[in-house]
Each structure stands twice: as C-alpha cells, then as structure tokens.
C-alpha cells in the first residue's frame, strides 16, 4: 500500500477579515503562513508566496465582505487558492465563512445570471478542492460544486449564547420570514419554546412592504432569528410589529452573518430592537463602537475545529449539533 | 446585421457607444448596479436567446471589479441561451505579470506610491556615459566655450518647453494591502528569513481559464503584452494590433518621420519597435534596464535577527520591526538603464504597448534627452496611468504621448492637455474585427491595415 508522507495544516489569510483569520490561527496553535495577496497601484492583484507549501494541507480564509470590495477579495481569494494550486499543495480548502453571492442562487428574473453557481465554477476552476462555509443562504448551493461542501451552522453557538442568556419560559423563537421558518424552527425544537413567523410581502429587492405576525407573542422577549441582515429593514420592521402588533415585552435579533450595508447602524440605533447579536464571520470594523446595542458570537472555534477535523480526516458532523468551547 | 448584440461593461461605455456607432447598430441594454452589500447584479434587458454576443470591457479602473461583472455578464448570456459569447478585452486585465517572480516589495510596479513635487527619473546608481558625451557635457559647463553654448541654444530653440497645464492634482486611489501582514521581509535575492525564495504567482492560466469557465467562447483583445498569452485560451483567441495605427500616426504628423529614431524603452518590447522600424525604414535604438541586488558592505549581523525571535513570540512582528533595523538597508535592487544606439540631436519615438506607473518610460526619455535627443515621442497603446503616472509624465521630458482609447482617456486629458497626450480612436477596429467575426470573414487583414 502506498503511505502519504505526514503534511501539515497551512493557513493563508485572505485580506478580508485578518482578525477571524488570527483567532484561528491562535485557536489552532498554527501560525498564519507567508503567503499574502497585495494590489498594484493599477488595482491587479498578486499573491506572494514566502514559504514552501508543496504537498500541504492549504486552508484559505478569506469571506464575502466589504461593499465596494466584494469582488475585490472574491478575485483576491481565486488568485490565492490559484497560486496554492501553482505552488503544488496536496490539497487546498476554500474557508469561507460568509459565501459572496449566495443570494443570487436562482434564475429570478429572465435573463439574470445565476451567480452562485458561477462563483462555484470559479472556486473550482481556480483549483479550490474542498469548501468550508458556515449557514449557507441556500443549502442547496453546495449542489452547485463538485467537490466537497462542509456547511457549518452557527446554530449550536446560538443555542448556547441563548442558554446562557435567556430562561426558556421567557423566550420565545420568531422567523422574519418564511424562508426561514425551517431554521427557526429547528432551534425552537431544540430549545423546546414556541416558535413565530412573519410573512411579508416583497415588491422589491431589499424593500419591504408589509408584514403579517403568525403565533402569539405577548408578553414574550421575542428572539427574531436569521441567517443574514443586510440593511436591516426587515428586522427593524419585524421589531415594530412584534411591539406594536403582537404586544412583545423585547425584541432581539440573533444573526448568522452581520453584513450591515448601507445605513444598517443607524436603522439599529434608531430601531426597537433591545439587541442585536451577530457573529464575527463578518469584519465589524467600527460597527461594534457605532451600535450600542450590537453583540458578536465568537465563530472562529468552529471553524478551527472544522479545519482540524477535516485535516485528520475526522467526522465533521459533530459540530452540527455541538459548538466547541 | 441580425443576431448580433453588442453589450458593455461598467468600464468604458464610451468605447462600447463607438464600437456601436461604427456597427450601426443600437448598444444592447445590460443592467448592472450593485445590491447594497456591494454585490454585483447584472440583468440582460433584450432577449439574447440565439444571438451572436460580444460583451466590452477593459481591464481598466477596478480590474477585479469589472473583470467579475464581465464574468456575470457572461454567465448570464449563457444562462440566457445566447449561441456565442465573445469577450472584448481592448486591454487585457493580469495581461502583464510581475516580471521578476520573487522579492515582490522591491521590484516590479510598487504597491503604493506617493504623488512628488519633484522626480529625478534616474537610475541609481546613475547610467554609464560614453565618455565623449560626458566630456562635451564637462565643456557646456564651463565658462566660455562657445561651441558648447551654440548647440545649447539650438538645443533650447527645437525643444519643445513641456508647459504645465494641470489644474487638478491627481490623487492616485487607496489600494488593499496585506493586512494580516503575513508577508515577510525578503533580502535582496527575494529570499525570506528562512532562506525560500519568496515568489508572485503568474495569474495569466487563472484568468484565461476563468473566462472559460464563465461561459466565454471567444476572445477578443488588443496588443497583448506576451503574445503566448494566446496559448493560455482553450478557446480562440484574436489579437488586434494598433500598429498600423500607430504607424500612421508617425507617417502622417511626425514631420521627417524617416530621420527618426525608434526606441524600445526596454528589451521585451525590441521585437514590438523593431518591427515598426522596419517597416517605416527608421532606424533603431533600444534601452536596457538592469536589475541588480545591491551588494550589501557587511552582512547583515545574525546575532541581531536571533535574539530578536526570542524576544517576541509574534513572528510577523519580528518581521516588521526587522524593516526597521539598519541591517535591512540591504534589501535594495538597483536599476541601472543603457542605451544601444545613436540618439543624438534626433527626433525620438519610444514605442511601448503598456505604460502603467510610467517609471519605465519617464525613465527612457530622460536617457534619451541626456544623451541629446531633439523631441520625444511616446507611442503607446494602452496607458492605465496608475499610482502618480499623472505627474510623473507631466513632470518628465517626454513632449508628447500618443495613446489609444482602449482604456477611458477623458481624465488623462484633462490632466495633460491635448497637446500632451493625444488619444487615437481603436473603435474602428474593434468595431470592424466584431463585424469580420460575427461574419465568418478572415481578421488577419486588420493585422497589417489601420481601419
């Protein structure tokens, strides 16, 4: 039988989110390997490889943020994981705690491109051969490659923090809308509370038009739960009619992936929510500072084990339904 | 023409608006705005289902920006069941790689550069002389000798005084750089303190590949900076010249065009002047640019860079305090640049397919004016001007820069004046190589006629 040679975890950081990649990286005990992506002044991007990562285990961080910089790092991290490929590393995983594009999943309207499918090939091409990703919008994108998707939930992190921070006979778990119910739910479930939904009706892409409460939540602190806030409007209107219409006694988002656009932080800070927790898949930056009722999940001992687990060969199902300390 | 569709990228609409003029035919409506948390969204207003599809954009402002919304455009008129998708790269994005792979914070474009009051332009250590040359100039030095001072006013009288016409200062854009500052200090050889030699990966597969992959099934693009890039396609492939463009400009406004000196302003492009020299029967010089690690007196101390890493445990720290020590000042290269060839008291013309930070080309003409050219002209094809490219041209002893609109020029324009920098028209071409495409007919005739 033909023995591999012993290979070693090497982490490359994307210039996306350099504070995710230094958590895993001290959680790990692993140190940030020298390879790093850099601009010209005619806006190309290189990659400079420092060390040797010839027959290594390659994990990339980099996520889908910043908004005038999304393709900026989407093409920065095709160009890391092209130079690992370059560079003859044995295996190279695309981490990528917020997936850019995800939202563009299907063929909504004639003529508009499927993106997320592109943004696969693309991974794909470069020479990606396995992706970590953490609460995908849609599951069903993992269909879109071909090579192995490890979708995390940041589920089992939430259930802890709600645990932690909340009686259950206070609490109850409400959808902001319906695409959502099925996540909601299984946290409901799980925690044993009752669970809300808002349906609301959409005319445009991020507008909101009008909401309807479905289930009871009087006197209850409302836990709103979602995969992503954007510009925050649903959530801020999700707050209004749970006071107003459901006669809430609180309102607090707990969301996956706190993208914040626009003018997300001044929506907040004038909102009704009493909180909103995100974790820190996303690079807050000064958000934390601007928004006094902002709160982070830290992520980053998930995904680290997940990169442990996957690099010695390990089940990764167990993170599904258990956060590491 | 029925079936054909002409659409364009957010990088240069006025190029896509001639291309179509020249056509005759209305610009397909695309559009692209981004979604709030800066994605891009793209939506094909017209039907393409079984069209003939060329889609513009150059490798300009943004690159990866609008390089990916090229790539959506594309998925999206596959997605849209067009028959072909044909992507117009006037100027290829990632066409021109980092040409020494290793010690990437030292050679090639810099990352960051700073607007100047004032550029020397020189090589340093400064360019060997012929020796005669530095004795006449030793002689216009000194007090009375009127041979010297006659060719000086001459000299004065022909030169064209570069006038300064700019009323804006150019602030060069804020660029992403390494913030996890993960990349290490590299000697002068581009070794790390390890001792691997840090290398830049080439991106030219990646991009040719990912434009495959988006659903391109044809490529058209414009003096590509290595012609093997072609090789680098599954798919064909046309690569327009601007040089019968570029020779009638020389034929048509440079007067005495024969007695002219066509200069390569480094030796990748000797092939590219040669072959215009040729054919305008002009004579020929080159310049040749040298890199060199600087010899560093003493070698920089071990002891220095060992008790260092025990004193922090932070690796990447120790990296970048160890730009600070003295001992780094070793980690320099030098450019040396050498001319070949006869240049004195002729008229000039520095041929280059690319000029970005324009170190390369300011730095040829000040060569050329110490070695006593009359006028310099620069012919490029496409000038990106990045960085302080602005005002480093202005600043330089380059009179007039002949370009072509492959990539938006109105800013540079309005930066240099039109009689600084003028822009010819690659519309035509373009234009008429879509035309020859979508017909079946041959291109190979664009190679050798301007259009």
């Known amino acids: 039988m033909m023995t591999h040679s012993q290979n070693t975890i090497k982490l490359v950081a994307g210039n996306s989110h350099p504070e995710l990649c230094k958590q895993i990286s001290a959680r790990l005990g692993i140190e940030l390997s020298k390879v790093g992506a850099f601009n010209y002044t005619n806006q190309e991007t290189a990659v400079a490889v420092g060390e040797s990562v010839r027959d290594e285990d390659v994990y990339i961080i980099q996520t889908g943020c910043g908004e005038t910089s999304i393709n900026q790092f989407l093409m920065e991290l095709l160009i890391i994981v092209n130079a690992c490929k370059i560079a003859s590393a044995r295996r190279i995983t695309a981490v990528i705690p917020n997936f850019p594009y995800a939202r563009q999943d299907k063929k909504d309207k004639s003529r508009a491109p499927i993106t997320a499918k592109l943004v696969a090939n693309l991974l794909q091409t470069a020479g990606c051969s396995h992706v970590i990703t953490l609460d995908l919008h849609a599951s069903q994108i993992q269909g879109f490659f071909r090579v192995p998707v490890d979708n995390l939930y940041a589920e089992p992190s939430v259930l802890r923090y709600i645990n932690e921070n909340f009686a259950r006979e206070d609490i109850i778990i409400v959808s902001p809308d319906a695409g959502g119910a099925k996540r909601v739910s ?122 442990r687990r996957l690099h010695y060969g390990e089940s990764v199902s167990y993170l599904f339904n258990n956060a590491p300390a | 023409m029925r079936d054909l569709v002409v659409l364009g990228g957010s990088s240069h609409p006025s190029l896509t608006k001639a291309i179509c003029r020249n056509l005759t035919i209305e610009q397909g409506v695309v559009k692209s705005v981004k979604f709030s948390n800066g994605e ?24 990866n920006d609008t390089f990916i919304e090229l790539l959506i455009m594309i998925a999206a008129c596959k997605t849209a069941s067009a028959k072909r998708v044909t992507a117009v790269l006037p100027l290829f994005p990632y066409s021109r790689q980092a040409d020494v792979p290793h010690a990437a914070n030292k050679t090639g474009a810099p990352s960051i550069s700073h607007q100047k009051d004032s550029y020397t332009f020189d090589s340093a250590p400064s360019t060997p002389r012929p020796l005669s040359r530095a004795a006449s100039q030793a002689n216009s030095n000194s007090v009375n000798n009127p041979i010297a001072n006659g060719s000086g006013t001459i000299n004065n009288n022909n030169l064209k005084q570069p006038t300064p016409t700019r009323k804006l200062p150019f602030v060069a854009k804020s660029i992403v750089t390494n913030s996890a500052g993960t990349l290490g200090t590299v000697d002068a050889y581009g070794k790390t303190e390890s001792g691997y030699k840090q290398w830049i990966a080439q991106n ?100 220095m860079s060992s008790s260092n890493s025990v004193l922090s445990l932070n690796s990447s720290e120790v990296l970048i305090s160890g730009q600070q020590t003295p001992a780094s000042s070793s980690g320099q290269m030098v450019a040396t640049t050498m001319l070949v060839g006869d240049v004195k008291d002729r008229v000039c013309v520095l041929v280059d397919d690319l000029v970005d930070t324009s170190y390369t080309i300011t730095r040829a003409a000040k060569l050329l004016k110490d070695q006593g050219a009359k006028y310099v002209y620069a012919l490029v094809t496409h000038s990106v001007l990045s960085g302080d490219a602005i005002n480093r041209l202005q600043k330089s002893s380059i009179d007039k820069i002949i370009t072509t609109n492959s990539v938006p020029q109105a800013d540079h324009v309005r930066h240099l004046g039109t009689d600084r920098l003028e822009v010819l028209d690659v519309s035509r071409i373009l234009a008429e190589s879509i035309r020859r495409i979508h017909n079946g007919e041959s291109v190979s005739m664009l190679f050798d006629h301007g259009w």
Not at chain 2, 42 to 61: H, L, N, P
Not at chain 2, 281 to 301: D, T, Y
């Open chain 1, 186 to 307: 299984s946290i409901a479930d799980k925690l044993d509370v009752n669970f809300a939904l808002i349906h609301k009706e959409r005319k445009k892409a991020n507008e909101v038009s009008r909401m309807v409460l479905v289930g009871d939540v009087t006197d209850k602190v409302c836990l709103l739960i979602d995969d992503m806030a954007d510009t925050c409007g649903t959530l801020c209107k999700a707050a209004e009619v749970l006071l107003e219409e459901g006669g809430a006694k609180e309102v607090i988002a707990i969301i996956t992936h706190g993208i914040f656009s626009s003018n997300a932080i001044e929506r907040l800070n004038n909102s009704k929510l009493s909180r909103i927790i995100c974790t820190n898949s996303m690079p807050l930056e000064d958000k934390l500072e601007r928004c006094s009722i902002l709160e982070t999940i830290d992520i980053s001992p998930t995904l680290a084990e997940a990169i």
């Open chain 2, 40 to 63: 891009t969204s793209i939506e094909v207003v017209d039907s393409v289902r079984e069209k003939d599809v060329f889609i513009v954009q150059s490798g300009c402002g943004d690159v």
């Open chain 2, 204 to 303: 030219g597969t990646l991009i040719a590949n990912l434009l495959t992959t988006a659903g391109a099934d044809r490529c058209i693009t414009m003096d590509l900076h290595d012609p093997q890039f072609q090789g680098f396609f599954n798919i064909p492939v046309d690569n327009l010249y601007s040089r019968p463009l570029l020779k009638h400009y020389i034929i048509d406004f440079i007067p005495n065009y024969q007695q002219c000196v066509i200069v390569s302003p480094d030796s990748g492009g000797a092939k590219r002047a040669t072959s215009i020299a040729d054919n305008l029967g002009c004579s020929f010089a080159l310049i040749h640019k040298e890199r060199r690690a600087k010899v560093a007196k003493n070698p920089p101390s071990t002891s």
